[in-house]
């Protein structure tokens, strides 16, 4: 096809330009480092140290591996943006895919990317830095081929190595900017950067330092500990089993989880269970490439009739959908490494099974925890009544709780009056009123409801009475306050009915 004379010429891209251009792939710093971690990881490293060091503008962060290193026409390969083609079959360890991310990643956080590594013994060293290219006449992709200079010693500890790689961040202008050395708001906020790149790799990589045979990943000098996002470990965490569907490019493997309860949680699970973003966006698909997490929660667009969004009712629901580098394509990967789409043969299946781990995920979200234990919760012993038939009252305290019971017994005494009303407080089943609000739109009975509750006419004429009665308010004075009392004040027309009944029955006393 392509036989036969052609005529072309040579447009190659601009060093300068494309190299700025280059940063805006939109990396957090996490999800930078991860891409470090991901060669390293592929290189057969079982240790990986991470270092970053606060100096303001001069600040820098290593990252060192000992892996199997490379030698220098590697290395320099390496650095070429396009190393390898993304078409290229990989080995089934290898997490990388475009031959790009040792670049994009770190051009993204800083100007000047230095990496050496050794192999065999021998050390070396190359280095992009983007002022100089910047500067170089003829717009040249010119590789450096040392350090910067000064920066030697941060290339030290390779040579206690038999192998290994070390990629150096330096000018980190993006994390930096504003920072100034020796001030302590400028150090604080580094390593809160820092703090959260932490989190991020100890729930990528949580498969990688968990295993059998661990990775263990370093910040200085602190071993990360990996962040499970099913909390595998607690008994109360449901799944349901592990359900592999074949395919010609590996095939994937799809498994639920329903998530305990906060009540079942210690404060610190409850917390740590909620990872970076919180529970409620934590919630959904967690996908897996080669054991390395790509994506955190959300629905991947999946959904019936519409695609579901992230809502607090299903906030225990999370998911494992995990595949290998062979089906690259069929997810549509980026080079980020943060997003996949699941492909069309497989979206019924996932939206099968979430439908039915999001259900669980909302009984148990509802019911506090005790979901499927609820029958040995008798009616004497709940608070609250819910979902009941009446439209009226959906959530009734229940009369014949033991504190209830006694709080309404005359006399009753002030101690026991307020045990109960300390119960109520504490048990209001909020999820239960979150959910009917969120699935049927209900905000309130009240607020549906125009006409006023039968009991609450009752409720109220004894009100007015002990006002006007023992506390020898105007009847006026009684209406005002009534009509400020929840939930008076949503019905007018039954307030100024009884107090004009209590006029009547005093003046016809
Ligand atoms: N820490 C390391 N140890 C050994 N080799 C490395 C290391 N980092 C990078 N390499 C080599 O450099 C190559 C280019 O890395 P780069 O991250 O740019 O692309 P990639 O990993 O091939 O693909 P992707 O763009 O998906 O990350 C890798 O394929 C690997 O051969
Ligand atoms: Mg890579």
């Given at each position: 096809m392509?036989g036969?004379t052609?005529d072309y010429?040579i447009?190659?891209p601009?060093?300068g330009?494309?190299?700025?251009?280059l940063?805006?792939?939109?990396?957090s710093?996490?999800a930078?480092?991860?891409d470090?971690?991901d060669?390293?990881?592929?290189?057969?490293a079982?240790n990986i140290?991470?270092d970053?060091r606060?100096?303001?503008?001069?600040?820098?962060?290593a990252?060192?591996d000992?892996?199997?290193?490379?030698?220098?026409?590697?290395?320099r390969?390496?650095?070429?943006?396009?190393a390898?083609?993304?078409?290229?079959?990989?080995?089934?360890?290898?997490?990388?895919r475009?031959?790009?991310?040792l670049?994009t990643a770190?051009?993204s956080?800083c100007?000047?990317?230095?990496?050496?590594?050794?192999r065999?013994?021998v050390t070396?060293?190359?280095?992009w830095?983007?002022d100089?290219?910047?500067?170089s006449?003829g717009?040249?992709?010119?590789?450096l081929?040392g350090p910067r200079?000064?920066?030697g010693?941060l290339?030290g500890?390779?040579d206690?190595?038999s192998?290994?790689?070390?990629?150096v961040?330096?000018?980190?202008?993006?994390?930096?900017?504003?920072?100034l050395?020796g001030?302590r708001?400028s150090?604080?906020?580094?390593?809160?950067?820092?703090?959260?790149v932490e989190?991020?790799?100890?729930?990528?990589?949580?498969?990688?330092?968990?295993?059998k045979d661990?990775v263990r990943?370093?910040?200085n000098?602190?071993?990360?500990?990996?962040?499970?996002p099913f909390i595998?470990?607690?008994?109360?965490?449901?799944?349901?089993p592990?359900?592999?569907?074949?395919?010609?490019?590996?095939?994937?493997?799809l498994q639920g989880?329903?998530?305990?309860?906060k009540d079942?949680?210690?404060?610190q699970d409850a917390?740590?269970?909620?990872?970076?973003?919180?529970?409620a966006?934590q919630?959904?698909?967690?996908?897996?490439?080669?054991?390395r997490l790509?994506?955190?929660?959300?629905?991947?667009?999946?959904?019936?009739?519409?695609?579901?969004?992230?809502?607090?009712?299903?906030?225990?629901?999370r998911?494992r959908?995990?595949f290998?580098?062979r089906?690259?394509a069929t997810?549509?990967?980026d080079v980020k490494?943060?997003?996949?789409?699941p492909?069309r043969?497989l979206?019924l299946r996932?939206?099968?099974?979430?439908?039915?781990v999001?259900?669980k995920?909302?009984?148990?979200?509802a019911?506090?925890g005790?979901y499927g234990?609820?029958?040995?919760?008798t009616?004497?012993?709940?608070?609250?009544?819910?979902g009941?038939?009446?439209?009226?009252a959906?959530y009734?305290i229940n009369r014949?709780?033991?504190l209830?019971?006694?709080?309404?017994?005359?006399?009753a005494d002030?101690?026991?009056?307020?045990?109960?009303l300390?119960?109520i407080e504490?048990?209001v089943p909020?999820e239960r009123i979150?959910l009917d609000?969120?699935?049927?739109?209900e905000?309130?009975d009240?607020a549906?409801v125009?006409e006023?509750p039968?009991e609450?006419?009752?409720?109220?004429?004894?009100l007015?009475?002990?006002w006007?009665?023992?506390?020898?308010m105007t009847?006026?004075?009684?209406?005002?306050?009534?009509?400020?009392t929840?939930?008076f004040?949503?019905?007018?027309?039954?307030?100024e009915?009884l107090?004009?009944n209590?006029?009547?029955?005093k003046?016809?006393q």
């Open positions: 392509f036969g052609v010429e447009a190659a601009r060093a330009a494309l190299v700025e251009s940063r805006g792939f939109g990396y710093t996490g930078a480092i991860a470090l971690v060669n390293s990881i592929s290189a057969g079982r140290w991470l970053c606060f100096d303001g503008p001069s600040s820098c962060i990252l060192l000992d892996g199997v290193g490379m030698t220098e026409p590697e290395l390969n390496a650095m070429i943006l396009g390898r083609n993304p078409r290229d079959a990989r080995g089934s360890e290898d997490l990388g475009f031959g790009l991310g670049k770190s051009f956080q100007r000047c990317l230095t990496v050496a590594s050794r065999n013994g070396t060293v190359r280095r830095d983007l100089y290219i910047a500067n006449p717009d040249e992709w010119r590789l081929m200079p000064g920066s010693h290339l500890a390779l206690e190595q192998s290994g790689t070390v990629v961040w330096e000018a980190l202008d993006r994390i930096t900017a504003g920072m050395a001030d708001r150090e604080d906020a580094f390593f809160q950067v820092i703090e959260h989190r991020h790799l100890a729930m990528v990589f949580h498969q990688f330092l968990d295993g661990p990943l370093f910040i000098g602190r071993r990360i500990k990996a962040w499970d595998r470990s607690h008994p109360a965490t449901e799944a349901t592990a359900e592999v569907i074949p395919a010609a490019d590996g095939g994937v493997e989880f329903v998530l305990p309860h079942q949680l210690s404060e917390l740590k269970g909620g990872g970076t973003q919180g529970w966006a919630q959904g698909f967690y996908v897996y490439r080669g054991g790509l994506v955190a929660g959300g629905w991947l667009g999946l959904g019936t009739p519409r695609p579901w969004t992230m809502e607090e009712p299903f906030r225990l629901a998911l959908v995990e290998g580098n089906s690259d997810w549509d990967i490494k943060s997003t996949a789409r492909p043969q979206r996932m939206t099968a099974l979430a439908e039915i999001r259900g995920a909302r009984d148990v979200f019911h506090r005790s234990k609820r029958e040995s919760v009616d004497l012993e709940a608070t609250w009544l819910t009941s038939a009446s439209t009226t959906r009734r014949r709780h033991p209830v019971a006694a709080a309404l017994e005359t006399p002030r101690a026991t009056i307020e045990a109960a300390q119960l504490l048990s909020v979150w609000t969120a699935e049927r739109g905000v309130s009240r549906v125009a006023a039968p609450l006419a009752d409720i109220g004429r004894s007015v009475a002990h006007t009665g023992r506390l020898g009847s006026d004075e009684a209406r005002r306050r009534l009509l400020s929840d939930p004040h949503s019905y007018p027309a039954l307030v009915g107090v004009m209590a006029n009547v029955t003046a016809g």
